[in-house]
């Protein structure tokens, strides 16, 4: 087998370079559109005591030796995240941060271990203003790029067209045929019933296992069914997703099953995640267990809770916030298949 160039061969760096351009032009244009909304820009710690808490994000341990040759645990983070909400907790009304962040277990063509995460969020604003910053967004790294469609793979959408919004129970029932609302409980600290989505599942000819869970028989349908349909012309808003897969976010005031959650597709490509922000210490703790207690069972491991986040989300004023993977945001606007083609330095095979 023939062994792939470097990427820093000068063949393969003259390929990549457009992309690279285009990169720093959107970079350029989203920093002065955000300062222009009077936004502060952040630069966001990335040791940290706790990566998240989340259960399928993985993080890169490391140690970090005292003085004394102490040794405590340390995460790079996935999300600046939590640094973020400290910020909002200190006063800070508009904030911004191009992050750099680290996921381990995750590589391919829309994945990389080191990644930037361009996040923002926006005290006393409801969760919908992010929508309409989203569309804004893409249509600025369109032009910034160049082009007027973001392409991925021959799948395109057009920035000038306001994206879709559809809510997870509708996407279920329209692209699944499954009833999802119905197997929701009202209280928010009350399990799914699975095996009331078993047998929807089953009955639509999906496969269930016996040791599948709520979350798993969820997770199969939306990478299956839903997600490969979603922003295929326009992009596509995702949102009220149940409360049991938002854990930072808090519940409609409409709907106590389902929460102020959406994330933002283009190409059938997941782009962003935003939530209208838990404020609440107790039930942030209670949900962080949760997944914590999730990830024990998938993957036989737990992360610390960061106790610092969560004494300062007692002082945190409402707010919405998003993260969005600009990365694959420059991969759509600049017509790039593989994310290493828009980093500048990638990680070597």
């Not at 502060?40 to 030796?65: D, I, K, M, W, Y």
């Not at 391919?108 to 604003?125: D, I, K, N, V």
């Not at 989203?134 to 469609?149: I, N, P, V, Y």
Request: a negative charge; proline letters at 7%.
């Amino acid at each position: 087998m023939t062994r792939a160039s470097p990427w820093w061969s000068k063949d393969v760096h003259e390929d990549r370079r457009p992309f690279l351009l285009a990169r720093g032009r959107i970079k350029t244009a989203i920093r002065n559109w955000f300062e222009a909304r009077g936004f502060t820009e952040t630069e966001c710690a990335a040791l940290q005591v706790s990566p998240g808490n989340e259960a399928h994000l993985h993080a890169f341990e490391t140690r970090q030796l005292g003085p004394d040759l102490a040794a405590a645990t340390r995460y790079l983070h996935t999300s600046p995240e939590f640094s973020m909400k400290k910020l909002l907790a200190a006063g800070e009304e508009r904030i911004f941060d191009f992050a750099r962040v680290w996921r381990n277990r995750e590589r391919g063509a829309l994945h990389h271990p080191e990644f930037t995460l361009l996040e923002w969020y926006r005290a006393r604003a409801p969760y919908e203003t992010l929508m309409e910053d989203c569309a804004a967004l893409l249509a600025l790294a369109c032009a910034a790029a160049g082009t007027d469609r973001l392409v991925y793979r021959g799948i395109e959408a057009d920035p000038a067209v306001p994206p879709d919004r559809v809510t997870v129970a509708a996407a279920f029932r329209d692209l699944a045929g499954l009833d999802l609302l119905a197997t929701l409980a009202p209280d928010p600290a009350a399990a799914p019933d699975r095996d009331g989505l078993a047998q929807q599942a089953e009955a639509a000819g999906y496969r269930v296992a016996a040791d599948d869970s709520w979350t798993d028989i969820y997770s199969r349908v939306l990478a299956e069914r839903i997600e490969p349909a979603l922003g295929r012309g326009r992009a596509t808003i995702l949102c009220e997703y149940p409360v049991c897969e938002a854990a930072l976010s808090r519940p409609t005031a409409h709907d106590p099953r389902v929460a102020e959650r959406f994330e933002l597709y283009a190409c059938g490509v997941e782009l962003a995640n935003a939530f209208g922000e838990l404020t609440d210490p107790a039930e942030q703790r209670r949900r962080f267990g949760l997944e914590m207690d999730e990830k024990q069972r998938v993957y036989g491991e737990r992360y610390p809770l960061d106790e610092d986040f969560l004494a300062a989300l007692a002082h945190m004023p409402p707010a919405s916030g998003i993260a969005l993977g600009f990365d694959r945001l420059v991969m759509l606007a600049a017509g790039a298949s593989r994310i290493v083609q828009v980093v500048w330095t990638p990680l070597a095979p």
